[in-house]
């Protein structure tokens, strides 16, 4: 590649500083601006990363001439207006999950992403990883046969990050099934070889966050009050599949289970 792509990062919260490590060990493309709505975190970001160009609107990132890519890592509900808006400026996207909330914005965004010809990617790191690429491996050569059904879970004791971002519904658009379980839906669906959905029943349910002496291992105190928390703590679901298969999800921020094994439990 001849010229480095430029980069800016919109949200330099939490997950945007996990995202770094990653754009300085590329040898294609170099973080040259942030953007994000909280002067002091971007302020203090932009010192971190030696990162002097910052937005305090991350419509002037998405217009600036210079950048190449946009790097999204704000919450959920603004993933579509600025993927869409980045697309349509002719930067390249990288969204944080989910993609967005709801199906019709991810066709919107889909649909930019064809009228641009420009590149929209998510951030479903799971796949990238060595045990799922190993397992891939393994099922591509047929080594488990049809996979004709399979369970899919990321069952957490009482792990959640406790900010508004993810338990205020018009922030985040969803509780768990898009917070964690975009990721076990992902990677499942891509180890069955991304079968065709036909029929989906599900049920989403906040059974414990309201309770008292609730917490997050993220963070000690209490947990946003209910009228912040207005998502789903629990959500459930089976899929049938064109060919057959089925799957059955399952996903908690809270779910005192025992352990039943190291896989089944996360926190
Ligand atoms: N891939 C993963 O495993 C993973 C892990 C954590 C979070 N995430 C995703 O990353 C996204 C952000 O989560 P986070 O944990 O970094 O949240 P965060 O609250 O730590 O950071 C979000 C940042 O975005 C800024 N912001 C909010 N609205 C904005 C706007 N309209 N324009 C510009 N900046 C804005 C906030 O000021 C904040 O600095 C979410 O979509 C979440 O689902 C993904």
């Known amino acids: 590649m001849s010229k480095k792509l430029k980069v800016a990062v919109i949200g330099v919260g939490g997950i945007a500083k996990t995202h770094m490590p990653g754009w300085a060990a590329s ?55 600025l993927a869409i808006a980045a697309l349509d400026a002719g930067k390249h996207v ?24 420009k590149m929209l990617m998510t951030a479903q790191h799971f796949r990238f990883a060595g045990v799922s690429r190993a397992m891939k491996r393994e099922i591509d050569l047929g080594v488990l046969g049809d996979i004709y059904h399979a369970r899919s879970w990321m069952l957490r004791r009482n792990a959640m990050i406790p900010t508004v971002g993810f338990t205020k519904n018009s922030l985040s658009g969803g509780g768990p099934c898009i917070d964690i379980g975009v990721h076990a839906l992902d990677l499942t669906l891509w180890l069955m070889g991304n079968p065709k959905p036909v029929a989906v029943t599900g049920t989403a349910k906040n059974m414990l966050s309201h309770k008292p002496g609730q917490f997050s291992i993220w963070r000690s105190g209490p947990m946003p009050p209910p009228e912040d928390f207005d998502v789903e703590d629990f959500a459930a679901a089976f899929v049938r599949f064109e060919n057959g298969a089925t799957l059955v999800l399952e996903v908690s921020w809270f779910l005192h289970h025992d352990t039943m094994g190291e896989d089944m439990q996360i926190w």
């Open 27 to 81: 040898p294609d493309a170099e973080v040259v601006a942030g953007a994000d709505v909280a002067a002091n975190a971007l302020q203090e970001w932009g010192k971190t990363n030696g990162v002097t160009r910052l937005f305090a609107d991350p419509y002037d990132a998405i217009h600036d001439p210079e950048i190449d890519v946009i790097d999204i890592c704000v919450p959920n509900m603004f993933h579509a207006p």
């Open 94 to 117: 990288l969204c944080e999950k989910p993609l967005a909330p709801t199906p019709s914005d991810i066709r919107n965004m889909i649909a930019a992403r064809d009228r641009s010809g």
